[in-house]
């Protein structure tokens, strides 16, 4: 995918934000929320190339080829900060954001906007939102603060209300199948199925084309299962699973116990969202109390909403783990 490319799924996004600037009506801070995995981030980038170079498209789109353009590019462009959680850190920290208002109050070097992009917004710890807010308030006019999340709700209310929102909703099946064929070059998958086991965002089924995630995914099955009979123990598996993102294995175990909820109700039910493991699925549902069920399946959303925070992960996963097995003591 070109470095400055619109996702299809995009457009509608891009073409409000270049009315806006051929208004003069362009806001001085943007929230870009919706699922991990349509590319918000890449939205951002586009943009603010798009801004900061001398010479864009007709249709927005930065040229590629000027000097702040490789400037850019090269990561040392005088008017973009990046703002991310430090290496040792899950969480923005206030002297992160601090520094990124005294950039905010330099004057501009090359283009119309000096940008900043702050990833994960929503894990700034409450000083560093507070500090944000002081720039959110009284921005520079040149200033352009675009942030970038997948929980909204977990930024205060008052950050939320002083940025225009752009929501990014997962496109129809029709539209990703398209984009995922153009980018599969072997023909050895099921697209169809990738879509189906990524909860239809296309970037999470690019992942298992082109990576490992599949077999991962399946190792981590595995284990749980191994877990729920007894064959190995909570602490170990959660041991296991350390090298891999939590919030990637909390989304499967929210999808399995869903499906294992559908085959609860009818054992045929074609609308799983994990084909591929229904024989385990078939096992699951059939051995555990349903109610049980439907308190794991809120427990786990509550997990979910809960990362991202100062917690510690493996000891997190570790109560998942146990409260899983202590839900289906019927294994």
């Known amino acids: 995918m070109p470095e400055t490319a619109l996702l299809p799924w995009q457009l509608q996004h891009w073409q409000q934000c270049q009315r806006r600037l051929a208004a003069n009506t362009f806001p001085h801070a943007l929230l870009l929320s919706g699922e991990q995995g349509l590319g918000k981030r890449h939205f951002a980038e586009c943009l603010t190339k798009s801004l900061l170079c001398s010479n864009p498209q007709e249709n927005g789109i930065a040229c590629g080829d000027c000097q702040t353009c490789h400037l850019y590019s090269a990561g040392t462009h ?31 070097q090359y283009a119309h906007h ?20 002081k720039t959110l308030e009284e921005p520079p006019a040149w200033a352009l603060i675009i942030l ?8 205060p209310a008052t950050v939320r209300s002083r940025c225009q929102k752009l929501h990014f909703s997962i496109p129809g099946s029709s ?23 990524a909860g239809g965002v296309p970037l999470k089924a690019l992942d298992f084309l082109q990576g490992d995630k599949l077999e991962i995914r399946q190792d981590i099955f595995k284990s749980f299962t191994t877990m729920l009979r007894g064959e190995t123990s909570p602490v170990s598996v959660a041991k296991q699973w350390t090298t891999h993102d939590p919030g990637m294995i909390i989304n499967w175990l929210v999808s399995w116990v869903a499906d294992a909820l559908r085959l609860n109700f009818d054992a045929q039910d074609a609308r799983l969202e994990n084909p591929d493991v229904s024989e385990g699925l078939n096992s699951l549902a059939k051995r555990v109390d349903l109610t049980k069920l439907f308190e794991l399946h809120a427990d786990l959303l509550q997990y979910r909403r809960s990362l991202g925070g100062s917690l510690n992960q493996t000891l997190l996963m570790e109560e998942i783990l146990i409260n899983c097995k202590s839900a289906m003591v019927q294994i």
């Open 78 to 108: 005088p008017d973009y900060r990046l703002i991310a959680q430090e290496e040792d850190s899950n969480q923005i920290k206030v002297d992160q954001v601090r520094t990124l208002t005294e950039f905010m109050t330099l004057s501009r």
């Open 114 to 133: 000096k940008i900043a992009l702050i990833c994960d917004a929503d894990t700034m710890n409450r000083n560093a939102a507070n500090s944000l807010l």
């Open 148 to 155: 970038i999340t997948s929980q909204p709700a977990r930024l």
């Open 175 to 197: 539209q990703s199948l398209q984009w995922l064929q153009q980018q599969a070059t072997d023909g050895q998958h099921d697209i169809e199925q990738l879509l189906r086991l």
